[in-house]
């Protein structure tokens, strides 16, 4: 099995100071993600004055302030972001960020990534996929509040604009995601009616929801990082902590050791346990040269490195060869 892309997602979780999104990188390096997340945006264009804040954003920020307000307050400049690239890059960390806005688009395609990271409230944004995709670069797309027709058509417009590869991840957008809405299943039906690469964003609180996905197939698992889940903001409480994301990491590897190749066959592992674990045929009662092995004296027992009692039947009727005393292996 290939390795598993891990996004550490970032998005907001700085609240807009430079130095918190620093050391949140350092602290996905350290985790060992793949990748590092932010998102991009200008509050003016991407909210309007009417624009009503999501219930877990109501909880989590001052619920007094409007959803223009909340996000002004969690934007970092293009210069910041020119800024973040370089420490990733320095790190040696994947840089994405997801562009929120047209303008966004285009500064992240002049600053350089490796993939555009689409999020699921964009998948019914026509001008913005196309102008996503005709920049050419591979896409990743998260897949909540989506339903098949909607996947299928934004995966349309994005291959007919010049997209060459496609990814999606499957996503349940709520903050924290139920588990009874995950539909981790639901990843599998995205990779048998696309025949894309598929992966998971992970939403739900804790990491076995997403090592469960990477059981799966998942290729590829994006989990939201904070400092710390006390911090106030919209999507803390939704998120790991650098220990947490470690831990996740740890156990996603661990699962892609175990998932091995499909064939059933003895591991090397296992293979000096066989003779321990297994039963030969074995003299049940002392036996003489010329005696004929009857079920009176033979019988089966471990250890395994003897004659299988799969033989059973071949053996029976057999005449001994010689003595044998009670325990030893049969030999014919």
Known sequence: MSKTFII????????????TAKQLISR????GADAVKFQTFIADNLVSKFALKADYQVKNTDAAESSKSMLRKLEISYDGFRQLKKVCDQEQICFLSTPFDMESVEFLAEIG???WKIPSGEIT???YLIKIANTHMPVIMSTGMCTIDEIGTAIAVLKEHGTGEVSLLHCTTE????????????????RDKFRLQVGYSDHT????????????????IEKHLTLDKNMTGPDHKA???PAELAEMVSAIRNIEAAIGDGVKRPMPAELKNMAVARKSIIAKTPISAGDVFTESNITVKRPGNGISPMKWFEVLGKTAGRDFQE???IQL
């Open 113 to 115: 990534m490796r993939y």
């Open 125 to 127: 944004n026509l001008p």
């Open 8 to 19: 550490a997602e970032v998005g907001v979780n700085h609240n807009g100071d430079m130095e």
């Open 28 to 31: 996905a390096k350290q985790a």
């Open 239 to 241: 998120s790991l902590e």
């Open 205 to 220: 609180k804790g990491i076995e929801v997403a090592i469960a996905a990477v059981a799966l197939g998942a290729t590829m």
């Open 175 to 190: 903050y924290p995601a139920p588990y009874e809405d995950v539909n981790l299943v639901a990843m599998k039906t995205l």
């Open 327 to 329: 325990d030893e292996l």
